[in-house]
């Protein structure tokens, strides 16, 4: 006879029950959040309109084609015409992976001051209810900030909750490149913070990071880019325990570093459920993506790194007072992320989180877990701190030196 242990159904009834508590998790740790999407969706009305322009009585290429095509078409462009493409369709020519870097820059400014401008009216609309005209304040504040003279844009869309990619350092000049992919109730309004948890946002990790890096090798010439140009989930729900989301930003994220220019190496560096979206761009990635750095990672929807299908080197750090740790690592009929991958079996090189807060605390200044991700940014991979004193996270893994 069966013991009932080894029953089906109750197998099944014990991974559904794991994981409900991931979504209690959700809702006591932070990650429950109340947006509004805007109706408008002002990117699609700019793509209409760049399908039907053209310039110098050429038309204009498909807005989706691929970069090597788009990068051909800027080269054959002046400077002028370039700029007038960039003021003429800012919400497109801003997001065109091919695009010019500097001509990217010069139409996300544009779009950022055009939707600036819709909020300052939306603030004294009488016809939104008091929460809207607050929302817009909000906004309004939010792109204020942005077009701040030292800011680049790299990436910009105020539709829905809002998209964006920022630059620190010489992009087009940039011996490696570093991403920061942030996770869950990531939006234009969450972009960056102010006080105390600075470098829990987005903006406030990639700006740390940047300058850790510089420390870390002070000849190098890194560039950071904060990139929050994917639909990250909302609050409590199946979006945070499943991959849709994730497996389309990582068609963006695959779109974006092809589109880079030079040939400098590429580390991701990806935050809770951005490692979910790293594990899922990680087969399909370019050669040039050198490491894939996770930190409070729920999973990488892989049973192991292998699985992953990838040749950067993995690393993985977990902070000891993360709530994800009691996350449970499952996967099953969708839900959930697998197997855990600070775990020895996963085979990612663990490194030492030491000094890090929590789950949002892994880019602050004077941890490990920051000046870990630097060195492996920098690919002084031999200054790496490794989790346990008797690991060997750093041994055999040597930087690209054709860069």
């Known amino acids: 006879m069966t013991s009932f242990d080894s029953s089906p159904t109750l197998t099944a ?5 794991a994981l409900a508590v991931v979504f209690v998790m959700l809702a006591t740790t932070g990650w429950t959040a109340v947006h509004h999407q805007r109706s408008a969706d002002s990117r699609a009305l700019a793509l209409a309109a760049w399908a039907k322009g053209s310039i110098a009585g050429q038309p204009l290429p498909e807005a989706d084609a691929p970069p090597y095509k788009l990068a051909h078409f800027f080269a054959t462009l002046t400077a002028a015409q370039r700029a007038q493409l960039a003021d003429r369709y800012p919400l497109v020519v801003g997001n065109l992976n091919g695009a010019p870097v500097t001509t990217r820059y010069r139409a996300n400014r544009r779009a950022i001051g055009q939707a600036s401008a819709v909020e300052r009216k939306r603030v004294h609309d009488s016809r939104l209810s008091a929460t809207g005209r607050s929302e817009a304040q909000h906004r309004l504040d939010r792109f ?10 790299l990436a910009f869309d105020p539709s829905g909750r809002g998209l964006a990619a920022e630059v620190f350092g010489d992009l087009d000049r940039a011996d490696r490149i570093s991403l920061v992919v942030p996770g869950v109730d990531t939006t234009l309004l ?11 946002a987005p903006v406030g990790m990639a700006k740390s990071l940047y300058a850790a890096e510089l420390a870390a090798r002070p000849q190098a010439r890194p560039a950071v880019i904060a990139w929050a140009d994917y639909t990250t989930p909302v609050g409590i729900g199946m979006d945070a325990a499943l991959g849709n989301l994730a497996r ?9 570093v092809r589109a880079l220019p030079g040939p400098a190496p590429v580390s991701l560096f990806c935050h809770s459920y951005g490692s979910v979206l790293c594990g899922v761009a990680a087969s399909r990635l370019p050669g ?30 977990r902070d000891s007072g993360d709530w994800i740790e009691d996350v449970p690592n499952l996967e099953f009929g969708g839900l959930g992320h697998g197997a855990d991958p600070v ?6 090189r663990v490194v030492s989180a030491q000094g890090a807060v929590g789950h949002s605390g892994y880019f ?29 996270c750093n041994d055999g893994v040597y930087p690209n030196t054709t860069a």
């Open 13 to 17: 009834w014990r991974a559904l029950l």
């Open 248 to 256: 389309r930003g990582a068609v963006r994220l695959d779109a974006l």
């Open 364 to 392: 602050e200044p004077g941890t490990e877990s920051l000046d870990n991700f630097a060195a492996i940014g920098v690919g002084a991979y031999t200054s790496v701190t490794c989790a346990r004193a008797d690991s060997t």
């Open 288 to 317: 040039r993506v050198e490491d894939i750095a996770v930190a409070g990672s729920p999973g990488m929807r892989a049973d192991n790194a292998a699985q992953l299908h990838t040749r950067a080197h993995v690393w993985a750090m």
């Open 144 to 153: 204020r900030s942005m077009l701040a003279k030292d800011r680049h844009f």
């Open 343 to 348: 775990d020895h079996d996963f085979g990612a």
């Open 190 to 200: 969450t972009l960056e913070r102010t006080g105390a948890k600075t470098n829990a």
